[in-house]
């Protein structure tokens, strides 16, 4: 039954055997070469005893260099060296022995040696190497061809595993789209010729490539370009070459979240470790989207310790599961007893709040909650976060608190006020406001991506509808990188760069799944507490920071004794609206949708 499953010793056992009969052959040619032929029987006399003197002797060597560990599946260059050395090393011993033993392996004509050498390293290397033409061959016919897209370390690996059989892609074309790649035009990297990027249209036809895999990193606007093009040329399936630790690659589908993704180019990972390392930190929200990526950099960046707070039991302990070490505790931020015993306890020197509802519909249809969690419970923070004499306070606040239209984004903005008036003593509080996150629990991609699987229709609110985005770990190292640089009741503001149409995602998400054509998109109307345009700032005045991803915005003035008494008439009152209206008199409610 295992009579023909692969192991090392059917391997070893089939390839000395081999091996006997190439050196046998390869011995005799040297001696019909030597002789043109018409060998004289003198000469052959001790044939045998020169066989098998070499033979042993290329036996062992082969032992000694691992030639018959090699997997010929996989063999490659690093492979013909040891074959090499085992061969040289094998002709020079017995080359000794010639001149030690003379009269023992006379007559034997000298220049044999060197003839056998060749013969004995060409067939058994022409041996070892079938397998993997023959495979690569196979590969060839049942693989889809594949142009690569970027000329660096990452493009050979990619290739070698191709070949190896380790993907479904046979790189048939290598294209240099840098300028620093242009001298490697017209050159081979395994065997794969580089192109020019002014050729890649007419390549791609030319060669009948059906998919791309791209190694170099672009711009955002130059991938955008990119992969317009190749899409243009009839290139549906487009692959990402990422890092997957020190020295292998992965290849990921081409998502929407590369082609929106903003990437800061002043991100600071020193200023950043700085302000993290060796501190104490608390982390309330720590199983949320952005909390559990808070919590990743905090590690990352050398934290003392990590005390992760949430209230919902399979998000918290999702993100313990990641970060063993730090500390859970399972608790609201609206119960100020348990809080206060935490902040007892653990005693932080950093907090980052993180905690709040956010998804603006559930918000709408249940105020009391909304008000209760978002603006109770960062009160509760901030309190315990100046009694207990934290260093910095950090608020995550989002870009729905600029003249919200919704309960979610007032009740945010009623906490931008608190932490800006406080009397904060020796605790410098941050708040920091971003727009949306690719990939974030609440996000429209994730929706969008599930009704394409699905078949669709993909609904979208409104044609006009735009909303910032940013990479979560990006926005995540920008919030700490501008609580580094606080002073004490500032608001922070993100550049989240150029707005996107969300009917234009949604097309361009449709085109990424090759479903053009077979998905539809549809209008529904903007739900309660929509609006159109998201806003990041609330004039022009807003001040700009040595980063210029980071914004700080002026102070709005609040009598903190009169933000109270309005917050405690919040609480106790019926119409939370009309109350929230009166903190944050730009607060419209948007009620009803908006049909088209």
């Known amino acids: 039954m295992n ?3 692969p192991s090392f010793l059917k391997r070893l056992v089939f390839f000395l055997i081999s091996d006997l009969l190439l050196f046998f052959f390869s011995l005799e040619l040297a001696y019909a070469l030597r002789f043109d032929f018409e060998i004289d029987p003198n000469f052959t006399a001790n044939f045998s005893t020169v066989f098998i003197a070499l033979a042993l002797l290329k036996i062992f060597f082969f032992f000694l260099f691992n030639v018959y560990n090699i997997t010929w599946r996989f063999f490659g260059l690093e492979d013909v060296l040891r074959l090499l050395k085992a061969h040289i090393s094998a002709a020079i011993v017995f080359t000794a022995l010639f001149y030690l033993f003379y009269d023992f392996f006379m007559p034997m004509p000298r220049s044999v040696i060197l003839i056998d050498l060749f013969l004995s390293l060409m067939f058994t290397g022409a041996l070892r190497i079938s397998k993997r033409a023959l495979f690569e061959q196979i590969k060839r016919d049942n693989s889809k061809p594949t142009l690569i897209i970027g000329v660096n370390p990452k493009t050979s690996s990619i290739i070698k595993s191709a070949l190896n059989g380790e993907l479904d892609y046979f790189p048939v074309a290598i294209f240099a789209i840098l300028k620093e790649n242009e001298s490697a035009v017209n050159t081979y990297i395994n065997k794969i010729k580089v192109y020019a990027e002014k050729d890649l249209e007419k390549e791609i036809e030319a060669l009948g490539l059906t998919a791309a895999i791209i190694t170099t990193d672009l711009v955002q606007s130059d991938l955008k370009a990119l ?22 690659e992965k290849l990921d589908d081409l998502s929407i979240e590369d082609l929106l993704a903003r990437h800061p180019k002043d991100l600071d ?26 919590a990743r950099q905090c590690q990352r960046f050398g934290a003392a310790s990590l005390l992760l707070l949430d209230h919902a039991e399979f998000n918290l302990y999702t993100i313990k599961e990641e970060l063993p070490l730090a500390e859970a505790r399972l608790l609201s931020v609206v119960n100020a007893e348990e809080l206060r015993s935490v902040f007892e306890a653990f005693r932080p020197q950093i907090v980052i709040h993180a905690a709040a509802y956010k998804h603006v519909p559930l918000c709408e249809e249940n105020v009391e909650s909304a008000v ?3 603006i109770l419970g960062t009160m509760n923070v901030i309190d315990l976060s100046i009694v207990y004499g934290v260093q910095k306070l950090v608020i995550i606040s989002t870009d729905k608190a600029v003249r919200p239209t919704n309960v979610m984004g007032a009740t945010k903005r009623v906490t931008e006020l608190y932490a800006q008036n406080i009397d904060s003593k020796e605790t ?3 708040a920091v406001r971003f727009g949306n996150v690719l990939g974030s629990s609440g996000s ?13 229709p993909v609904t979208v609110t409104h044609p006009e509808m735009t909303r910032y985005f940013m990479l979560i770990p990006e926005a995540c190292q920008l919030v700490l990188q501008a609580a580094s640089i606080a002073k004490g009741n500032e608001l922070f503001i993100l550049d989240m760069g150029e707005p996107v149409k969300i009917v234009d995602l949604a097309r361009k998400m449709i085109q990424l799944y090759g479903k053009e054509g077979k998905v539809t998109i549809s209008f529904s109307g903007l739900r309660p507490g929509e609006k159109l345009y998201e806003e990041l700032m609330l004039d022009e005045s807003e001040q700009k ?11 709005t003035p609040y ?7 309005d917050i405690e008439e919040l609480f106790a009152a019926e119409n939370k609206i009309v109350a929230l209206q009166k903190i944050v008199p730009e607060f419209e409610r948007r009620k009803v949708p908006e049909r088209l």
């Open 3 to 5: 009579l023909f499953q």
């Open 227 to 248: 992969v317009q093009r190749l899409q243009d040329t009839g290139i549906k399936e487009i692959k990402m070459a990422r890092i997957l630790g020190s020295q292998h």
């Open 269 to 294: 990972p020193a200023l950043i470790a700085a302000f993290i390392k060796d501190k104490k930190v608390l982390i309330t929200g720590a199983g949320g989207s952005i909390g559990s990526e808070i």
């Open 372 to 374: 209760k969690n978002n």
């Open 428 to 430: 410098e509080i941050v």
């Open 444 to 456: 429209v991609i994730p929706k969008f991506r599930r009704q394409i699987e699905q078949g669709g």
């Open 545 to 555: 920071t040595s980063y210029e991803s980071i914004f700080v915005s002026r102070p």
């Open 559 to 565: 009598d903190i004794q009169r933000l109270k008494k």
